[in-house]
């Protein structure tokens, strides 16, 4: 996460102008950093029990769900004339908290 967001202000802090290959190339470069995170995603769901791989892989269906919801919901808006700023961030934001919110309340279920 320190080398996605060393490279994510890097890519900010350098100016190239829009559209060129160097805009291009530092645009999509803080997202090699977080390829890591699905190689540990998916070590980790290797590594732990049967109870709590259900919850994680319940949780992330409930974080994909939110994120289709909300991408729907988004594009019906955009649809409807509404210009809905940076709509990918709220895509993204949607699916991120449904995923926290499910893992939350799936740990409590079962901690009961």
């Keep these: 996460m ?17 559209g060129t290959p ?6 999509v ?8 995170i699905v190689v540990a995603l998916l070590g980790h769901l290797r590594r732990i029990d049967e109870m709590q791989r ?3 892989v319940k949780s992330l269906a409930a974080g994909f ?11 019906m808006l955009r649809i409807g004339g509404l210009d809905v700023p940076m ?3 709220i895509v ?3 699916g991120m908290s449904a995923w926290g919110i499910a893992a939350m309340v799936l740990t409590l279920r079962v901690d009961r």
């Excluded at 160097?22 to 645009?27: D, R």
């Excluded at 939110?66 to 988004?74: E, N, P, Y």
């Design 22 to 27: 160097l805009a291009v190339a530092l645009a």
């Design 65 to 75: 769900g939110g994120a289709m919801l909300v991408a729907v919901t988004v594009g």
């Design 29 to 36: 470069l803080p997202i090699l950093p977080l390829l890591w």
């Design 87 to 89: 709509p990918e961030w």
């Design 92 to 94: 993204f934001s949607g």
């Design 2 to 18: 320190v080398l996605y967001v060393l490279l994510l202000v890097l890519s900010q802090v350098l100016d190239a102008e829009r």
């Design 54 to 56: 259900q919850l994680l």
